[in-house]
């Protein structure tokens, strides 16, 4: 008999690794996904965005594990918050790093912590919660494509594919945390979908604004290069739009839950290669 979404996430046991990855920033080319501005900067640009928005997820379901009964759910609740912090740090000390070479990331860091600070003033942490199941519903997306797509990882320096790894394969493992949370809330329906058609608009907007700023920086914004590369990665090769089309519409139905696509295979293929990380 096949597991139930629901239980397949009920069944989840995860908790946050602080990895070793043994490498310093400052040894990375610096186009270092297949020496490509653009694919670089669209990866820069999203880690930028990675500290706030991982702050917002920690909050919004903190403000709800008052009201969560089930001993399961709370333990994964703890566990997921412990690896969204973990996240947090090292996305923010690669902005630091990137700000070495004259980019302006933690700047853009701090942008966004006043656009977060704004979102928690106007906002109830129900309707933040939402927004954290919408993202949520983006990084899985992302995450299941950089475990099982070799043409997105081809051309990424080897070192820091295993940091983007490590966490597609957390965000894998506590895709449906809150999810699970919004459900056992109560909460409304029609609210998930809004906010997913609002951080559909502005997550877009947005990463793409920050790889106009990386791009201007390096003087190749208004380059033919940068547009043909720029069409590849999200339409042809490997295409993201198309490949994560599907995945992304399944959020609209009424009955959708993130485990209902069960990847636990990339989870146990990830820990086999992984055995013997180092943790630090
Ligand atoms: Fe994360
Ligand atoms: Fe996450």
Known sequence: ???SAQA???????????????????????????????????????????????????????AHEHLISDPVLQEQVKNFIKQEAIHGNEHHLFSE???????????????????RKIITKILPASHRLAITCAIEHFTAMFAHQLLTNPELLEGMDPRIRELWKWHAVEETEHKGVCFDVYQHCNLPYRRRIFY????????????????????????????WSSLK????????????????W???????????HPWQHDNRELLEAWEA????YKLV
């Open 229 to 244: 590369s720029g069409f590849r990665f999200f339409w042809t090769k490997p295409g993201i739009f198309p490949l994560i």
């Open 273 to 276: 290669e992984h055995s013997n």
């Open 1 to 3: 008999m096949t597991q």
């Open 246 to 256: 599907k995945e992304y519409i399944d959020y609209f139905r009424r009955d959708f």
């Open 196 to 223: 997913m058609l609002i951080i559909t608009t502005t997550f877009l907007l947005r990463e793409t604004q920050l790889l106009a700023v990386f791009l201007w920086r390096d003087k190749k914004l208004f380059k």
């Open 8 to 62: 397949i996430s009920a069944s989840m046991n995860f908790s946050g690794r602080k990895m070793d990855f043994g490498f310093d920033f400052r040894d990375l080319p610096h186009y270092w996904y297949d020496n490509d501005p653009v694919k670089t900067h669209v990866l820069n640009a999203l880690s930028c965005l990675f500290l706030e928005g991982e702050r917002i997820f920690i909050d919004s379901v903190r």
């Open 97 to 115: 790093y990137l700000d070495t070479l004259g980019y302006p990331a933690t700047e853009i860091e701090r942008q966004e912590r006043r656009g």
